[in-house]
């Protein structure tokens, strides 16, 4: 018994789980007003679009990547649009696969990285700073 507790307070500590809880505080946008509100027009700055779908598991799979480039980039703004709620945001923005990640730079689309390659997504923004 005391093991499970001991294993159990282990895992809510961990790394894993702060990985995991910064991801999960990213901003969800719901509808193409939001989207246009939030990310483009006259906003300054890098801000980074995660089009995902709960169902995908190379979406899963970049979680911690995008939490460590969340720590490593501070000043980038991050954003997630689940495909499957938001399909009017997804057309609009020609996503065809997951995940897709939007890099916008002062309110314009800048560049798209597709698939799961967390190098190409930090290429891409390291590019916009």
């Known amino acids: 018994m005391l093991r ?3 294993t159990n307070r282990l ?3 961990s790394p894993a789980r702060r990985l995991y809880s910064s991801y999960s505080k990213i901003p969800k946008l719901s509808n193409l007003e939001e989207f246009r509100e939030s990310v483009l027009g006259n906003s300054p700055g890098v801000k980074v ?3 995902y779908a709960t169902w995908c598991g190379p979406c899963k799979a970049m979680v911690p990547h995008i939490s ?3 720590g490593e980039h501070p000043g980038v ?3 997630k649009v689940d495909v499957d709620q938001a399909m009017d945001v997804a057309r609009s923005c020609d996503v065809s696969a997951m995940p897709t ?3 916008v730079k002062d309110g314009r689309i800048a ?3 597709v698939g799961a390659n967390p190098q190409a997504l930090s290429d891409g923004i390291a590019s916009l700073k």
């Open 4 to 6: 499970v507790l001991t």
């Open 11 to 13: 895992l809510l500590a």
């Open 49 to 51: 679009v995660d089009f």
């Open 68 to 70: 460590k480039l969340m």
């Open 77 to 79: 703004s991050w954003f």
């Open 101 to 103: 990640f939007l890099l």
């Open 111 to 113: 560049s798209k990285v």
